[in-house]
């Protein structure tokens, strides 16, 4: 079973930027539900049907957090159905905090810490002095403003202290009452360049996304809708560091760098990630249903 939003104002209809998934997981044999994300986020109620008998659920939708998606989770128990990941499994790879010692070895140099105002000043001068001069981007336990790339992610300079402060000032401004866990700083690594994003101008680089489900590969995507897929990653790597992953359902970003070396960006749990441009869903559900039949019931 497949789990979609639902349309606000219209219960009965599938959110309409979900609609073609879910038009494509009918197609591959797997029953949908719709639940209420506006009454989970408000209520949190997700005002489910019961299951006729016990059932096995993927969550394809809109990013929630740690607590949303406990409340979701108890929602569907209490209806008969089981979602895929468990609250602390959603965490794990949601939160990169969570997944950072087992991906520490593969990816950028990391910091982070939980928000405290009354030493906020101290605990981002901590964190500036362990890069030096390196570059670094700013983002929180889940997500950055990439599109705001110079204004509100990206640091040239640790050092630079004021310019940096204004960098977080902006972040967080913009991630508001959405910012989620704390602030995590990561050293900003010479990936292989593809050009600007068409609309916001950030740096694109030759970037895949990986989804898995029971330690399963189920795709590999370019993950920029303007990348043209010439360099195949080494997935066998990355499918030994899945082996890891406390998840049944995830997703694995990975990019090139200049030098060659295959590094990977972060996790994100699979039910909330998006699919890439280039990834037709009728493929991506096939998948799903080869690896798990469960998704059928």
């Not at 030493?119 to 570059?135: C, H, M, R, T, Y």
């Not at 336990?141 to 940096?164: L, Q």
Request: proline share 6%.
């Amino acid at each position: 079973m497949i789990i979609f939003c639902s349309e606000p104002f219209a219960r009965h209809k599938v959110d309409s930027s979900y609609e073609m998934e879910a038009n494509a997981a009918k197609a591959a044999g797997c029953p949908i539900e719709l639940m209420d994300y506006e009454s989970l986020v408000s209520h949190g109620n997700p005002l489910l049907k019961p299951t006729a008998k016990p059932s096995q659920a993927l969550y394809r939708g809109w990013m929630l957090h740690a607590e949303e998606y406990r409340q979701l989770y108890s929602q569907c128990a209490s209806h008969g159905i089981r979602l895929i990941n468990s609250p602390e499994q959603y965490v794990h790879c949601h939160h990169l905090p969570s997944s950072y010692s087992i991906i520490a070895d593969n990816t950028a140099k990391t910091v982070w810490f939980e928000l405290s105002a009354h030493d906020l000043d101290s605990q981002i001068e901590n964190a500036l002095q362990v890069f030096g001069s390196k570059p670094v981007i700013i983002k929180d336990y889940v997500k950055s403003e990439k599109h705001y790339w110079n204004e509100a992610c990206f640091i040239p300079d640790a050092s630079k202290t004021e310019h940096a402060r204004r960098v977080i000032d902006r972040f967080l401004e913009l991630r508001g009452e959405s910012l989620a866990g704390g602030l995590v700083f990561r050293e900003f690594l010479d990936l292989d360049p593809i050009g600007p994003h068409p609309q916001s101008g950030m740096p694109q680089f030759v970037e895949f996304r990986l989804f898995f489900l029971d330690l399963k590969l189920v795709t590999c995507t370019p993950y920029w809708d303007e990348q043209i897929s010439t360099i195949a990653p080494p997935l066998h790597e990355f499918e030994e560091l899945a082996k890891h992953i406390q998840s049944r359902f995830f997703t694995m970003d990975i990019a090139r760098l200049e030098t060659g070396r295959w590094v990977v960006i972060e996790l994100g749990d699979g039910q909330v990630a998006g699919l890439p441009a280039q990834l037709e869903p009728s493929t991506f559900y096939a998948r799903i249903k080869a690896l798990n039949p469960e998704s059928s019931n």
